[in-house]
């Protein structure tokens, strides 16, 4: 039987420029994701986040469903276009009122908002001044994240400043898959990633000073790996292979960010030169202001691992068998990446975690019976959680677990073709129904995982 702490946390994630709509209205300014996917061959058919599950409309909806799942917590983030619709300091009331309304639902039926401040849409007007390889984006966030902070006080406690900047910079900056959709240089990403950083600071420093009781969190995507025996000699190969930084695959690991926020210094172990030289010519400026970057809480979006064993020459991958179990993006299942990861990067850092995003897409269908029948879901998150419960077992410090997501959203550049909600939503209308996951997933948090 699965055990998780007393108190352990059980929620749901999802992000506004995936769920909300409603981009024209309540005086929401232009990001540069309403940009990037109206252009042509960005996204899969062409999609866009224009109406999306129209939250904006139907997020007394989206709490209901939060509440008959038995959660006591949910993981959205807000849209910096919506509160400042030029990315200055000329505040949208209407947008922050949207926020109140959601808060205010929340807190009436007992479940903690953990607000995200940024997941990714960013005001166009940024966006044009260079966005992240301007180091005046990440002191606008700062001051977003104040405005945030002041408004909110008293309501919400628990913050994660930035989603997967793993993605912000590799993929917006680096592959180009994301918006803005740019090509950069390693050295160029590198500038764009201690920007992001430095907004991280600046943002920590603002929800501190507002409310010195704030929880400040990032929430980090990256490689874990796990050891293929359990022998001494691949549990470390493992544990160094998660934390190694080369060159050519720097970007997608948690301590090129961790480090620097927990422990104070970039990493040292496994870097390569171009990556060592980068890290040298980091200004003083943010070098400086690291520390104020400290975090009650680690955010971790685990989805999957890949295995590693000690070889002849050292720590290497291991290729997965022909036929090895795949979810209906292609990403394989590791369900261990939930007990080593958080083994791992708690060692490493002593600080408590959560598991900020965890969960699948599946190839999801109303049946003839009307009902959503996903035993995949169920299957997948049960073998992750009964993995993390064994981590927790043998020291993680993990508080607790959202599932990505609440509800079917845009997937980025998949589109609409990537279904990872508890909760199905028909396109078409809007119209959302609770799957056989979301039904069993409340069981869990009803029974603190004892039902596992
Ligand atoms: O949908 C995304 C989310 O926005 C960030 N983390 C990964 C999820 C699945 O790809």
């Known amino acids: 039987m699965a055990q998780f702490p007393k108190q352990f946390v059980w929620g749901a994630a999802s ?172 050295e160029q990403q590198f500038g764009c990633w201690q920007n992001v950083l430095y907004a991280h600071c600046l943002a920590a420093q603002a929800l501190r000073q507002a409310d010195p009781g704030n929880q400040v969190g990032f929430a980090s995507t990256g490689r874990i790996c796990y050891p293929l025996t359990h022998s001494d000699a691949d549990i470390e190969a493992a544990r160094r292979m998660t934390f190694a930084s080369p060159d050519d695959d720097w970007s997608f690991t948690h301590q090129m960010a961790l480090d620097p926020l927990c422990l104070g210094h970039w990493p040292t172990e496994d870097v390569g030169p171009r990556l060592a030289a980068a890290i040298a010519r980091v200004p003083r400026e943010i070098t400086d202001a690291l520390p104020l970057g400290r975090l009650d809480m680690i955010g971790l979006n685990i989805y999957n691992a890949i295995p590693v064993r000690m070889g002849e020459h050292g720590p290497e991958y291991v290729e997965r068998p022909t036929g090895y179990p795949r979810t209906a993006i292609g990403w394989p299942v590791e369900p261990d990446s939930l007990d080593w990861g958080p083994r791992y990067i708690g060692q490493r850092y002593g600080l408590p975690m959560y598991i900020t995003e965890n969960g699948l897409s599946c190839n999801d269908k109303i049946y003839l019976d009307g009902q959503v029948h996903d035993a995949d879901r169920i299957d997948f998150t049960a073998r992750y959680l009964l993995a993390l419960s064994n981590g927790i077992a043998r020291g993680a410090d993990v508080r607790g677990y959202f599932h990505w997501s609440l509800i079917d959203n845009f997937e980025w550049y998949s589109g609409y073709n990537e279904r990872f909600g508890l909760v199905f939503c028909d396109y078409a209308t809007c119209r959302r129904i609770p799957k056989d996951s979301a039904r069993w997933y409340g069981q869990v948090a009803e029974t603190n995982g004892a039902c596992l």
């Not at 061959?41 to 599950?53: F, L, Q, S, T």
């Not at 008959?68 to 030029?86: D, E, N, T």
């Open 15 to 186: 992000s506004a420029y995936q769920i909300e709509g409603g981009v024209h209205e309540g005086g929401r300014g232009p990001s540069n994701w309403d940009k990037f996917s109206h252009t042509p061959g960005k996204i899969a058919r062409n999609e866009n986040g224009d109406v999306a599950c129209d939250s904006y409309h139907r997020w007394q909806e989206d709490v209901d469903l939060l509440a008959g799942m038995h959660l006591k917590a949910y993981r959205f983030s807000v849209a910096w276009p919506r509160i400042a619709p030029q990315g200055d300091d000329n505040w949208n009331a209407e947008g922050l009122a949207y926020y109140d309304r959601l808060v205010d639902a929340l807190l009436a039926k007992g479940i903690e908002p953990y607000i995200t401040l940024y997941h990714w849409d960013l005001p166009l007007a940024l966006d044009e001044k260079g966005g992240w390889q301007n180091i005046d984006t990440a002191r606008a966030f700062g001051r977003y994240a104040a405005k945030m902070a002041e408004h909110f006080k008293g309501r919400v406690h628990n913050w994660f400043t930035i989603n997967e900047i793993a993605c912000i910079v590799g993929l917006g900056y680096g592959s180009g898959i994301h918006a803005p959709g740019l090509q950069l240089s390693l």
